[in-house]
T-cell receptor, first 111, second 113 residues
Framework: DQQVKQNSPSLSVQEGRISILNCDYT??????FLWYKKYPAEGPTFLISISSIKDKNEDGRFTVFLNKSAKHLSLHIVPSQPGDSAVYFC??????????FGQGTRLTINP | NAGVTQTPKFQVLKTGQSMTLQCAQDMNHNSMYWYRQDPGMGLRLIYYSASEGTTDKGEVPNGYNVSRLNKREFSLRLESAAPSQTSVYFC????????????FGEGSWLTVV
């Protein structure tokens, strides 16, 4: 039972354009959502998060949008840079316990 | 800044052998976690410990045991390794409060032959 789903295994974007990564969830009890970035041979690192009481959070080039009625969140990266090439995981948690991850999306930024 | 440290980084085991993955954090975090990452499956929670002295099963606990030795350390044991346990294992920790991020170690690559 996959509670957090990233349906696109990969995404390729031109440098300087917008990257949009999507994530769907099924459990309406999730109260906090996070995006993690992972380079090969390294552990995931925190990127940005959003509380379920908000619908948008912005941090520099990264913006996360939350649509609770659709149980959908997205990560926007503008402008995309070559260093953004990595695997991105969305994750969700209830009361800060049992962080549940999606399958990941491999983002490739092309020069 | 050590953060979350896990050992060993690489290990090859024969089917049926046992081993323990060690994890320690120096951030005074209450909660610790063990995840495994497999291609196309994302990161799946094996066990977690919300506080010292407590442990709970995650999504894929079968074949594993854990010990929260103290607030700093959380070990994962494979009693009888199977090829299906070939994976990359990540230890993580967090303050355990909503809104706090979870910090990961660098991963342990385990191959069971």
């Amino acid at each position: 039972d996959q509670q957090v789903k990233q349906n696109s295994p990969s995404l390729s974007v031109q440098e300087g354009r917008i990257s949009i990564l999507n994530c769907d969830y099924t459990n309406s009890m999730f109260d906090y959502f996070l995006w993690y970035k992972k380079y090969p041979a390294e552990g995931p690192t925190f990127l940005i998060s959003i509380s379920s009481i908000k619908d948008k959070n912005e941090d520099g080039r990264f913006t996360v949008f939350l649509n609770k009625s659709a149980k959908h969140l997205s990560l926007h990266i503008v402008p995309s840079q070559p260093g953004d090439s990595a695997v991105y995981f969305c994750a969700a948690t209830i009361w800060a316990q049992k962080l549940v991850f999606g399958q990941g999306t491999r983002l490739t930024i092309n020069p | 800044n050590a953060g979350v440290t896990q050992t060993p980084k690489f290990q090859v085991l024969k089917t049926g052998q046992s081993m323990t993955l060690q994890c320690a954090q120096d951030m005074n975090h209450n909660s610790m976690y063990w995840y495994r990452q497999d291609p196309g499956m994302g990161l799946r929670l094996i066990y977690y410990s919300a506080s010292e002295g407590t442990t709970d099963k995650g999504e894929v606990p079968n074949g594993y045991n854990v010990s929260r030795l103290n607030k700093r350390e959380f070990s994962l044991r494979l009693e009888s390794a199977a090829p299906s346990q070939t994976s990359v294992y990540f230890c993580a920790s967090s303050a355990g409060v909503t809104g706090n991020t979870i910090y990961f170690g660098e991963g342990s690559w385990l191959t069971v032959v």
